[in-house]
């Protein structure tokens, strides 16, 4: 059996349909980060992926936003505890502590000897499932809900920014993102409030 490719797996995440039923199978959008790392991203998937490109093995890591180095002890603790007991619980998956400010990521390693696209969207899958446990385990949902939505608005205001027109928008959030039209509409209708208030601060 010979070792999966970066190609193969890039391919992977780049090919699909958006009603896909497995997370690989969506068509998710993939940039060129640095040497052997890329971002992926896809508007019904929560968070930004990493895949890193290492010897040997596939790395897929996902930062939470939840920096604990200004913590304090206390709250330092109880969190270390939680992210210890997740990892005894959950499979493949394993919370790190990354960068300069300790942030919680979300990681798991793939060896390329055996992989294959059953095994990469089983840990898309552990990826998601770990990151919400993770919000509902640390009392963030509510935080993790607003993360999601100024996601989605930056991924709105660079669509807009590029050209792109109403219609096209309004296609982009019930056909990938799956809002109702109405709620499509009015979001970009705040959006572009929001936009004329930051250009007029400016002036």
């Given at each position: 059996?010979?070792?999966?490719?970066?190609?193969?797996?890039?391919?992977w995440l780049r090919n699909g349909s958006?009603?896909?039923?497995?997370?690989?199978?969506?068509?998710?959008?993939?940039?060129?980060?640095?040497?052997n790392h890329y971002v992926a991203e896809?508007?019904?998937?929560?968070?930004?992926?990493?895949?890193?490109?290492?010897?040997?093995f596939v790395r897929l890591a996902v930062?939470?936003?939840?920096?604990?180095?200004?913590?304090?002890?206390?709250?330092?603790?109880?969190?270390?505890?939680?992210?210890?007991?997740?990892?005894?619980?959950?499979?493949?998956?394993?919370?790190?502590?990354?960068?300069?400010?300790?942030?919680?990521?979300?990681?798991?390693?793939?060896?390329?000897?055996?992989?294959?696209?059953?095994?990469?969207?089983?840990?898309?899958?552990?990826?998601?499932?770990?990151?919400?446990?993770?919000?509902?385990?640390?009392?963030?949902?509510?935080?993790?809900?607003?993360?999601?939505?100024?996601?989605?608005?930056?991924?709105?205001?660079?669509?807009?920014?590029?050209?792109?027109?109403?219609?096209?928008?309004?296609?982009?959030?019930?056909?990938?993102?799956?809002?109702?039209?109405?709620?499509?509409?009015?979001?970009?209708?705040?959006?572009?409030?929001?936009?004329?208030?930051?250009?007029?601060?400016?002036?």
């Open positions: 059996m010979t070792n999966v490719t970066k190609e193969q797996v890039l391919e958006e009603g896909a039923e497995d997370i690989v199978d969506l068509p998710w959008n993939v940039k060129e980060e640095g040497e896809h508007p019904k998937i929560p968070f930004l992926l990493n895949v890193l490109f290492l010897d040997g930062p939470s936003g939840v920096e604990t180095i200004a913590m304090r002890l206390e709250d330092k603790v109880k969190v270390y505890h939680t992210l210890l007991v997740l990892n005894e619980r959950m499979n493949l998956l394993k919370f790190t502590l990354s960068g300069m400010n300790d942030e919680i990521t979300l990681r798991v390693d793939l060896d390329e000897k055996t992989l294959g696209k059953e095994e990469f969207n089983d840990a898309l899958t552990a990826l998601l499932v770990g990151m919400n446990v993770l919000m509902e385990s640390l009392g963030l949902t509510q935080e993790f809900q607003e993360m999601i939505f100024e996601r989605l608005a930056l991924m709105v205001i660079e669509r807009m920014q590029n050209g792109a027109s109403e219609r096209e928008i309004v296609e982009f959030l019930t056909k990938k993102v799956g809002m109702e039209k109405k709620e499509a509409e009015a979001l970009l209708s705040e959006l572009k409030k929001a936009v004329k208030e930051d250009e007029r601060g400016y002036i």
